[in-house]
């Protein structure tokens, strides 16, 4: 079972990460920090993208050490797997019912950027490292899925701070890696041309993630119930969330303009 719960949480951690490509600040990064702006500032784009990453990758651990220290309390109550299991999977029902707007309602997004000060006030590494980390962490930023929550505590759930410090990391390398989809943008028509293309994928990926934790769910009460009527129940509550997901669609989002990201 703990097996179960940790791959669970890794699949989450991925999911989270991609989704959160698509927040407001994942946009602007990705008007931002392309060949074509970098080139106007004077700098290398591989130079701040390396950053970037090295910047998320260091959110990311952030957030690890707080699932880790998350982690270390549950460790202390030492509850059964099987009760760990049962609590993961009655979070992510909460989270993809709050994907999905099953009741109307959704867990906090917490809608702050980054500040675009930043690109004319420091150096490539600083704003580069900086606009990474508030990325990696997950927490600092508009939160796109409530997968992120999810993420956070399954790794408290795992029991292991070394485990829930791994999860941290996985989830701020893949928001880091994303950053490296413009890497084509050399100019203001590769620019428009590919936020139409990304713009067309965020609707698929907001659905797909409110299934994929809609199926971790399913999976968790299986393993964790066998076939009974628990299993059952999460399992038709997975599905419930799906079919809203699947009923619903968000207003379609224009490209960002060339222009850097908006404060808070």
Not at 66 to 90: E, H, I, R
Not at 109 to 117: I, L, S, Y
């Amino acid at each position: 079972m703990q097996l179960a719960l940790v791959l669970i949480a890794l699949v989450i951690a991925v999911a989270a990460a991609v989704r959160s490509t698509w927040s407001p600040c994942g946009l602007s990064m990705l008007s931002t920090i392309t060949p074509l702006a970098e080139q106007g500032r004077g700098h290398r784009f591989r130079s701040t993208a390396t950053w970037f990453v090295i910047g998320a990758v260091v959110g990311g651990l952030t957030l690890g050490l707080g699932m880790a220290a998350l982690a270390a309390v549950v460790a202390v109550l030492d509850l059964a797997p099987a009760t760990l299991l049962a609590l993961g999977a009655a979070a992510l029902l909460v989270t993809a019912a709050s994907d999905s707007r099953l009741f109307g309602r959704q867990l906090p997004n917490h809608p702050r950027q980054v500040n675009e000060r930043w690109l004319d006030q420091y150096r490539s590494w600083v704003y580069g490292a900086g606009f990474g980390w508030q990325i990696g962490v997950g927490l600092a930023t508009y939160i796109m899925t409530a997968a992120v929550y999810a993420l956070v505590v399954l790794g408290a759930l795992t029991a292991s701070p070394g485990i829930a410090l791994a999860l941290g990391v996985a989830f701020g390398l893949v928001r880091g890696l994303a950053i490296l989809l413009g890497r084509g943008i050399t100019s203001t028509a590769a620019l428009v041309a590919f936020h139409r293309r990304f713009d067309a994928w965020r609707e698929p990926v907001r659905r797909g993630t409110v299934v994929v934790q809609a199926v971790a769910a399913t999976v968790a009460g299986a393993v964790c119930w066998g076939v009974s009527a628990q299993a059952a129940a999460v399992t038709l509550a997975a599905a419930v969330c799906v079919v809203a997901t699947l009923r619903t669609s968000l207003p379609a989002a224009s490209a960002p303009p060339v222009a850097a990201p908006t404060s808070a």
